[in-house]
């Protein structure tokens, strides 16, 4: 919390004030919900949740006090709408996210604006270890209706658009950057099936 502290009077000493905030930390190894331990659970749900309310509470102190508000951004997960296998901790943090905002943008309005992005599956430089080779990496995105996984700048375009005058009535929601979602696994399941 200090370190947060900390960041947010630099940022005020340097500019003079804060327009916007956007919480992308989080992330977490793959791991079984069944075998991992209360501490390693409590680690991802800091990571993923808490860290954002203090930077949200942080930000919102500098906000309220200036006459043009500001607009705070989540980065979330399509974990909080689909199951997440692997990572249960991560996508409930995530989901908690979601709900913090809808909380907060009614707590904070109307001078602070509180969003979510739902990020689909984003390729990055560490894509190839959840998905492989760069084949795997192009399978996967295969199964997204957009025919690819997003890159960093598609997420980055969103918060530019929430952040900006073009979203000054949007508080409180989600905006699904994904690419159309993940194609359902029924579908091959029976087109499989079908074409034998």
Known sequence: YQQLEAMMDAVVARFGRLDVLVNNAGGAPEA?????SPRFHESII????????HAAQLANRVMQAQPS????????????IRPSPGTAAYGAA????VNLGQSLAVEWGPLVRINAIIAGLVETE???????DAEG????????????MAVPEDIG?????LASPLASYVSGTSIAVH??????AFLQAANTTSAS
């Open 46 to 53: 800091a990571l993923n949740l808490t860290s954002a309310l």
């Open 126 to 132: 560490q894509s190839h270890l959840h998905y492989g």
């Open 137 to 148: 990496v192009a399978a996967v995105g295969r199964t997204i209706p957009l025919g690819r």
């Open 94 to 97: 995530k989901a908690g996210l």
């Open 32 to 36: 079984e919900a069944a075998t991992v």
């Open 69 to 80: 508000g500001g607009s705070i951004i989540n980065i979330a997960s399509v974990s909080t």
């Open 157 to 161: 375009d969103a918060c530019l658009f």
């Open 179 to 184: 690419g159309g979602g993940e194609k359902p």
